[in-house]
């Protein structure tokens, strides 16, 4: 009989594992599972002690381990050392954040994507291709290293960001992918990863997949303190950290120059391996150095070029230590992250020729105009993000969470994304959403007079059906 199975006992959660047919650890996994999904244990909830869980069901330790450690995988659950284990703060968020259904009316503010303006810029290039003798050898298979003419190109764009590296190009097809194949190569399932407690949804949803635990680093300012990294380092024993220096994806956040010297000091001081994502690097007037720059032996630098040239152009670099070189090379042909030969053709033209650099100022102006009208309409409210930075992070009112206004904001007609979809493991996220703003200008007045006219409500907004 199990000895703590009497009605009053107070626990958080209580399953039931009368009449199950599949393995234990697999049905109580399950259980917790469905419970979270449909809302029977909430965001932040506590769960019971795992020894005091399997004595509660009278099941050995090892079989609610193994329930917890499957969940933990697929980041329903997130364990703490020294304060116990609970339900992720985003386990009821979708992670996947894609843009919205065209068929809808609904004005997208959610998904991060550039103007479309330089695309027939891009077209007109791209024709120019058609018509010489050796276009047909560009529908080839690829490699995962590009030839020097391409690669003097990438290193060229570079150089807009102040990186200078004596290391090869690796190409992906895309910055999610280059994500994936990274933590695909270097690291295991049950390995632990260091993140900013609010971070980019795509790198949860990839640790997900791939039985990654994120772990948030304690901050100061919106930056990781060193404090936070080495109290990680040996309690939490994660064995590398991902970061976004420009343009923090939710928060816009511009990490300092001192703290990416301090990232890469602690990072060969303590063997870490850093994946330093520097998708919105390019749109920077004002860049500041990559923390590859400091340490490139223990940096994975990835950049790409959908959100700075074209949602189109599905190209990623990967700049790697010597060491790893191989490891990545091998994953990312294995699970067949290639690009195409005539997206890289079209991108290293673009480049040399100077095409590039003028479609990164239309952006950053068209940005800047974008910005400008954010300010008009929501210039009152405690919103971040340079005039360059192609989304918002809005600091919402004591009377919203972020999970209701953009509920609110949704039945209105604008997709925004909510901060629990970012938060990572137990961190109790602010009440903030994040706003793109690339839409139409049209349609990018009508969303704010929305959104400031939800604001400014008290729950008594008037939806048009």
Not at 125 to 143: A, D, H, I, T, V
Request: net charge negative; hydrophobic share 45%.
């Amino acid at each position: 009989m199990p000895i703590n199975s009497f009605d009053e006992y107070p626990m958080s959660w209580k399953p039931d594992i009368r009449n199950i047919s599949a393995p234990l650890y697999i049905a109580i996994a399950h259980q917790l599972e469905q419970d979270i999904k449909d809302g029977k244990l909430m965001p932040g909830t506590k769960l019971p002690p795992q020894r005091e869980l399997a004595d509660f069901l009278d099941v050995n330790l090892s079989t609610i381990t193994r329930a917890f450690k499957l969940c933990g995988q697929k980041g329903f659950i997130y364990a703490s050392i020294g304060s116990g284990t609970f339900v992720s703060t985003d386990a009821a968020s979708n992670k996947m954040l894609l843009p919205a259904n065209h068929a809808t009316s609904m004005i997208e503010m959610g998904s991060v994507l550039p103007d479309n303006l330089v695309n027939d810029d891009i077209a007109r290039f791209m024709k120019k291709m058609l018509n010489e003798p050796s276009f047909s050898k560009l529908f080839q298979y690829s490699r995962p290293e590009g030839n020097a003419w391409q690669n003097e190109a990438v290193m060229k764009l570079f150089e807009l960001v102040n990186f200078q590296t004596d290391q090869p190009i690796l190409l992906g097809a895309g910055g999610q992918n280059a994500i994936v194949g990274t933590l695909a190569a270097l690291f295991q399932p049950g390995d632990r990863i260091g993140t900013d407690p609010i971070t980019y949804a795509g790198i949860k949803t990839a640790a997900n997949m791939l039985g990654i635990q994120l772990v948030a680093i304690q901050q100061c300012q919106g930056e990781m303190t060193r404090e936070g990294l080495l109290y990680a380092c040996k309690n939490e024993h994660i064995k590398g950290i991902y970061v976004i220096p420009d343009f923090h994806n939710p928060t816009t956040h511009t990490m300092s120059v001192e703290t990416r010297k301090m990232i890469a000091e602690v990072a060969r001081q303590k063997d870490l391996l850093v994946i330093e994502d520097a998708i919105y690097s390019f749109l920077k007037e004002q860049p500041l150095a990559p923390i590859a720059s400091f340490a490139p032996d223990k940096v994975i630098y990835i950049a790409s070029l959908s959100k700075t040239l074209s949602p189109g152009l599905r190209l990623s670099f990967l700049v790697t230590p010597s060491t790893l070189r191989k490891k990545i090379i091998e994953t990312l042909y294995n699970i067949n992250i290639s690009v195409s030969p005539l997206m890289l053709e079209l991108a290293a033209r673009l480049i040399h020729e100077g095409v590039a650099q003028t479609i990164l100022e239309k952006h950053r102006a068209y940005a800047k105009q974008q910005n400008a009208l954010v300010n008009k309409y929501l210039g009152d409210y405690d919103i971040l993000g340079e005039e360059e930075c192609i989304f918002r992070w809005l600091y919402l009112p004591d009377k919203f969470t972020g999970v209701q206004f953009e509920l609110l904001a949704s039945k209105a007609g604008v997709q925004v994304y909510a901060a629990e979809r970012f938060a990572v493991g137990n961190t109790k996220p602010v009440n903030a959403v994040r706003l793109a703003i690339a839409a139409p200008e049209a349609q990018l007045e009508q969303a704010l007079i929305i959104l400031k006219d939800l604001l400014e409500s008290n729950g008594d907004y008037a939806f048009v059906d």
